[in-house]
């Protein structure tokens, strides 16, 4: 979109609230859009698009191009991707050097199963395990991360020869059938029996829970939650620690599924008490692997532990459908006992893919962006927090950060859904899209590609400001 259209619609607002926000510049022109018009597509989307797929926004985005951390709609209209598609693309829409693998690798060979011996599936395999410590060395290539965390469950489950899994209240770790008993959120659940031996233990959250303060988190902004913890002193973590060693009274095994910020110390704790009791450890790296948290590859890292397995998917393809499931070879060797197989997973296609975003990261220094940018950003949506009411915790690492609105700091109750999608609506008519996220829809997620640029991060933070603004004008005329 040309700057001068995106005054125009701004000047559509009716309100006493100025938009400061200028979004930067983009050399890249999207092709003219050529397919259906836009009410065709909503009639096809309503007859025959399963219903459960639903879509953002009142009025829904019809997409037409990407370009790295710009998204364009049928119209031409420019938008800053925050969201990479669900945490997905990690690279950038479209990345030259991704792109150009993949059509030269649809030339030559896409499908063979794994039955047969191909170059990309070997040299992505040692190109990944290289990139994770002993040791993690044997890896099984799948499509999805549902399906990456539905295996994890499985070598784990044949390895141990127990059953019984832990994960965290408020998790999502996949919509299968038998990864729904880790996912722990009440809108992803159907009513009917899943999951057979997945218990839940109390999410260590700092801001939300029961216990935590201004000491607690591993990331530049704290929560503003008081507290006696001193430096290296971090009560919360043993008091949910003991919540933690409660769940064993009731379990046989245990695993560790998820990547929040938990309290400092408590995964490594948590670990330990998992690994006495004969269990398994693993960490789903589907969202926070790849440098996104910028000051380690892997999110396991930043807790100081080493995970029995690790599932990986999402920006492992930059929006190709591919997944990993990394883990040693004594629990590898648990599968091999009788036959599994994928059909898709490392396909040749897929192989070159993941390894041409790996070399991606490396050579545009992405995880390097992903801290310093997501650091900065971090910094300037926290001015945000001390000067809005509503916006009750800024937390993340990286380019990994949720905004969590409340109607007060002190309650911290949830802002009512229709406030928060009204500044979220806001948000993407300014040109910016921000995912969605919490038990009570009541998060913003912040995770975009790790290409985005201080002057993108400048434009998302006014934006936010603006709308944020608008709230209060529109909560003041009520």
Known sequence: MAPSQVVFRQQKWK????????????????EKYRSYPYERMLKIREQNIAPSLRMYYKKPLLLHQGHMQWLFDYEGRRYLDLFAGIVTVSVGHCHPKVTMAA???????????????????????????????????????????????????????????NFDVICFRGAYHGGSPYVLGLTSIGSYKHGVANGFGCSTTMLPDVFRGPWGGSNCRDSPVQTVRKCSCSEGCHPAKFLFLFLFLKTFSFLSWQGINGAVQYPKGFLKEAYRLVRERGGVCISDEVQTGFGRTGSHFWGFQTHDVIPDIVTSAKGIGNGFPMAAVVTTKEIANSLAQNLHFNTFGGNPLACVVGSAVLDAIEEDSLQKNSQDVGTYMLLELAKLRDKF??????????????????????????????????????????GVLIGRGGLYNQ??????????TKKDADFAVEVIHTALERHMERAAAN
């Open 15 to 30: 309100s006493s609230v100025s938009m400061r926000a200028k979004m930067p510049p983009c050399d890249f022109v999207p």
């Open 103 to 161: 059509q030269k690798q649809l030339s030559c060979l896409w499908h063979t199963t794994n039955i047969y011996m191909h170059p990309s599936i070997h040299e992505y395999a040692e190109k990944l395990t290289s990139l994770l410590p002993d040791p993690l060395k044997v890896v099984y290539l799948t499509n999805s991360g549902s399906e990456a965390n539905d295996l994890a469950m499985f070598m784990a489950r044949l390895y141990t020869r």
């Open 389 to 430: 009411e509503i916006v009750g915790d800024v937390r993340g690492k990286g380019l990994m950060i949720g905004i969590e609105m409340v109607t007060d700091k002190d309650s911290r109750h949830p802002l009512p859904y229709e406030e928060i999608s009204q500044i979220w609506e806001d948000c993407k008519d300014m």
């Open 443 to 452: 998060t913003f997620r912040v995770k975009p590609p790790m290409c985005i």
